[in-house]
Each structure stands twice: as C-alpha cells, then as structure tokens.
C-alpha cells in the first residue's frame, strides 16, 4: 500500500517562501510522476506541477517563475519550492502519485495560507 505524507505548510505573509515536501513510502517512486495540486475553499482541484520519471518539470501558467518542483530518489521524496507567494495561492495542497502498475495516490494535503 503507498502512502504520501506532506509536510510544510503554514501561514507566510504575502512574498514569501514555503517549502512543500511529500514523503513517499510503500511502493516504486522511480517509477512514478509525482505531482502537486491545491484546493481553494470553494473551487475544484487545479494541478499545480508535475516532475516525471526524468525529473522533467511542467508548471500551471499563474506558478511559472515562482515556483519549483523536485525529487530526490535517494529519499523519496518530491519538493514543492514557494516563492513571491500571494493570498491567492492560499489552499490545501495535495502530493499525487501517478502509478503506472496500480492505483493512483493522493496525500492528505497540506493547508498554505497566505495573509498578512
């Protein structure tokens, strides 16, 4: 059974930084896209980014140049770096594993709030 755990919310003011991570345990994360989504109160799921097996990115367009997704293989583990972060980016974010052998994977999410 795969299990996704994220850590690193919280409440930043407007312009700051968080980092995201998504601790992945239970199955082959080699070989999964990991992928983080958010939550607004309200308003359907929205993908955020997605990194593949190749450590290629891709960015949703109102995140490009602010934020960062990663992996590490050695810790399995798939990063979510915040930054210039605005009240409307405020959510609960998701860590998603896209299982190519089964099932696909959602954490329990992470709230972000950012207010001043």
């Known amino acids: 059974q795969v299990q996704l755990v994220e850590s690193g919310g919280g409440l930043v003011q407007p312009g700051g930084s968080l980092r995201l991570s998504c601790a992945v345990s239970?199955?082959?994360?080699?070989?999964?896209?990991m992928a983080w989504y958010r939550q607004a109160p309200g308003k359907e799921r929205e993908l955020v980014a997605s990194i593949d097996t190749t450590s290629s990115a891709n960015y949703a367009d109102f995140v490009k140049g602010r934020f960062t997704i990663s992996r590490d293989s050695a810790k399995n583990t798939v990063f979510l770096q915040m930054n210039s972060l605005k009240p409307e980016d405020t959510a609960v974010y998701y860590c998603f594993a896209d299982r190519p052998l089964g099932t696909d994977a959602w954490g329990q999410g992470t709230q972000v709030t950012v207010s001043s």
């Open positions: 239970g199955g082959y994360f080699n070989i999964y896209t």
